[in-house]
C-alpha cells in the first residue's frame, strides 16, 4: 500500500491540475438532466446512452462514457432523488477527503472495469460502479451513521460488510454479464482498499470468537 500511495503522490504532482474538480456534481446535474429528457419529457435519450457493444463497434463509441450519466431507472421520483443525493454526497465526501486527483483516479479504475465488464458481456451499467463509491466511503468512515428505512440507525461498516456479501451472492448467482460487472466494477475498491477490507474482517471475526470463548468461560 506504501508503494501505492508513493505512485500517486508522484502522478497528481505531475498531472494533478487536470484533475476535474466536483465531478460528481456534473456527474449527478447530468443525471437529472437526463432524467428529465427521458421520463418525463418524453424524449428516448437513454436509448443512445446505455453501453452496448455493437453499438460500439458501429461507430457509437460515446457509450462507453455515456452510460454513467443514466440515472436510476424508476418510476418514483422520491427514490430517484435520493439515490442521487446519496451518490451525489458520498462522491463528494471521497474527494473531499481524498482529493480531486485521487477521486478521479479511483472512479476512472471502476469505468474502465466496467467498460470491459461491458465488452466482455455485451452490455454494461454503472450500478456496481456506483456501489464501489459507497464500500470506499464505509472503509474510510466506518462509524458513519445511517438510517436504515429512515428510522434504524446503523454504521457505515455494516452496510459495507453487507453489500460486500450482496456482491458475493450476485456473482455466483448471476449470469455471465452480472458476474463480469461485478468482478470489474470493484477493481478501484480491490486495488485501493483490498488488504485492509480482508485484514478488517479477519479481525471482527477474531473479535466475535475472543467473545464467545469469553461467554462460554
Known sequence: MEKLRR???????KYGKYAIHNLMMYITITMVAVYIL????????INMLFFSRAAVFAGQVWRIITFIFIPPMST?????ALALYFNYSIGTTL??????FKFNIYYLIGLIGAVIAGFISGFGD????????FLAFAQLFPDTEFLLFFIIPIK?????????????????AGNFSTKMAILFSVLNFLLFFGKDFFDD?????NIYKNKRRFNKK
Request: glycine letters at 6%; hydrophobic letters at 55%.
Open 7 to 13: 505512485k500517486f503522490y508522484r502522478m497528481e504532482y
Open 95 to 100: 474527494e473531499n477527503y481524498w482529493g480531486a
Open 201 to 205: 474482517i479477519k479481525y471482527q471475526i
Open 126 to 133: 454503472a450500478s456496481y460502479l456506483n456501489l464501489s463509491l
Open 156 to 172: 457505515a461498516k455494516y452496510l459495507g460488510y453487507f453489500s460486500m456479501l450482496l456482491f458475493v451472492l450476485a456473482f455466483f
Open 76 to 80: 418514483s421520483l422520491f427514490l430517484v
Open 38 to 45: 427521458n421520463f418525463m419529457i418524453g424524449v428516448p435519450i
